[in-house]
């Protein structure tokens, strides 16, 4: 009965609302980047636009609105020529050489890689093909906002991190650097005198490589791909820096405050739903009969438990079969050598609904975005060991917050993982503050799925909304920092000095 309601006042919305032709890019082949933007797409299709989908992954029962180009399936890992570092070697990586050796080569291949994919092709091909909105993944994949372009279409941009500095610097948005980080950028005192200077330092050393280095590469991959459109379109700078929307993975009940104009738009946690769906058999029994509880722990879709150092493993082992608890492990084989009978894996565990059970009580992660989310969401406490990327700043709020630890990598032994987990185990604290976070996180005008779909839509109803764009992104640096105005000012008052002076010595 409640299905045919929801259906009818689905219904009743669509009708009030145009169909719109709506091209969605989403290729990156990690899965939690695939786990955060898929509900985009299949909510457009769901409220009656007819979406087409370019994804390494397919949905297997989608809407029939609901297209799917395929994209060749490659771990960007697989596509980096040269050598690759591991993932647990990445730690000791700074932010400079972890973009020098990963996210520049890395993006380039995953961009080359979607528009040499036969299917994405095929699709380009087509003549009969119109968008009214085009919605890119913002992750140097800069070479697919020319999409836009071809089908004469509003950008919309959507990003799995939180704000972007690079974005802020070409929109003019405030920058705001003594107090938001880099995304990839570790610093373990921000707020002091030494990390503003370490994150100015990478802020101006990454956009400067990505503007006069980096995307001529990409659009070097448009001339080759997209060769009806070279020379005839605007510069992929200019296209982001004029892009209809950005959508960020972030929300200010947890992350930094910021000010934003007003086509950058939260929508942290938007993959994350209050899920009606049951576990599987085996794991519901589990969870339901752990009378003490469970530590859940994942390292994430792209680090495997398996692969870390037998000395770190047996550190994990001997933690886990001290304590009270069932430990719930994401592990990638088959076989644990030494694994104690509290402890049950899973080579793939379904998170959300694991996440969402009451009897988790202190989730083991990586600190990537998504499960941060799905923990806060779900008011459990964490303790983070973060490798690359963004996970150092997601844990750094985390305990900031009082809601988790931190727990370095190159740290991990006996005694230190030991004191970590029991803390956040046995310590109160952690519990209730994830309870306060968890109620300010959700505490919204619309939940964050909706406030994505209306500003898409939005778009599309003004016509890309170019009044909502900052007039001030068209100007130099030198007259958007007033400083010719300065000048003026210094100089006018400086000549009346002078001649105050002369006047009166």
């Known amino acids: 009965m409640v299905g045919l309601v929801l259906k009818a006042v689905l219904l009743i919305f669509v009708g009030y609302a145009e169909a719109a032709n709506i ?8 899965m939690s980047h695939y786990i955060f933007l898929r509900p985009i797409g299949i909510e457009l ?8 989908v370019i994804t390494t992954y397919l949905e297997k ?13 490659k771990k960007i890992w697989e596509l980096i020529e040269g050598e690759t570092p591991t993932i647990f070697d990445m730690v000791d990586l700074s932010a400079e050489e972890f973009h020098h050796r990963v996210v520049w080569p890395g993006g380039l291949a995953i961009t080359e890689l979607t528009l040499n994919s036969p299917e994405v092709k095929d699709f380009l091909k087509r003549d009969n093909t119109s968008f009214d909105l085009v919605i890119c993944e913002q992750f140097v994949q800069e070479a697919l906002y020319a999409l836009s372009t071809k089908y004469n279409a509003p950008l919309a941009i959507v990003s799995t991190f939180g704000n972007c500095l690079r974005h802020n610097i070409m929109t003019r948005n405030p920058l705001q650097l003594a107090t938001i980080l880099a995304e990839y950028l570790k610093v373990y005192n921000p707020g002091s005198f030494w990390g503003r200077l370490r994150n100015l330092y990478f802020a101006v050393y990454e956009y400067f490589w990505w503007r006069y280095s980096y995307l001529e590469k990409q659009e070097d991959l448009v001339k080759k791909y997209l060769p009806e459109l070279a020379g005839k379109i605007p510069s992929l700078y200019d296209l982001q820096k004029n892009a209809s929307l950005m959508l960020i993975n972030s929300h200010y009940s947890f992350d930094t405050p910021s000010a934003l104009l007003p086509n950058i738009v939260e929508i942290g946690g938007m993959h994350v739903t209050q899920s009606n769906t049951r576990l599987p058999d085996d794991l519901q029994k589990l969870l339901d ?3 003490h509880g469970v530590v859940y722990m994942s390292l994430g879709s792209n680090i495997r438990s398996a692969d870390l150092p037998e000395q770190k493993k047996r550190a994990f082992l001997n933690v886990f079969k001290q304590l009270k608890q069932t430990v719930l492990w994401k592990w990638e084989e088959d076989e644990l050598e030494g694994k104690p009978d509290n402890l049950v894996t899973g080579k793939w565990l379904p998170q959300q609904q694991i996440i969402a059970h009451p009897n988790i009580k202190v989730f083991i992660t990586h600190g990537g975005l998504i499960g941060m989310q799905e923990a806060i969401y779900n008011g459990v406490p964490i303790v983070g060991v973060p490798i690359f990327c963004d996970q150092y700043n997601n844990m750094l709020l985390a305990e900031e917050a009082g809601v988790g630890k931190v727990l370095e990598y190159n740290d991990i032994n ?8 029991n803390d956040v185990l046995n310590n109160d604290s952690y519990l209730k503050k994830a309870r306060v976070l968890q109620q300010r996180w959700k505490d919204r005008p619309m939940s964050p799925l909706n406030t994505t779909i209306f500003w898409l839509e939005y778009i599309i109803r003004n016509k890309g909304a170019d009044f909502m764009k900052n007039p001030a992104r068209n100007m130099s640096w030198f007259a958007y920092c007033m400083l010719d105005v300065y000048g003026f000012i210094f100089a006018v008052s400086d000549s ?5 002076y002369e006047i009166n010595k």
């Open 61 to 73: 029962k989608p809407p029939p609105n609901y297209h799917q180009v395929k994209v060749v399936e």
């Open 496 to 500: 009346d000095y002078i001649m105050y």
């Open 414 to 421: 006996d005694e230190s993982l030991n004191k970590t987990l």
């Open 45 to 52: 299709a769901q409220r009656g636009h007819n979406v087409t």
């Open 23 to 30: 091209l969605l890019v989403i290729p990156f082949s990690a």
């Open 289 to 291: 009969e752990s009378k």
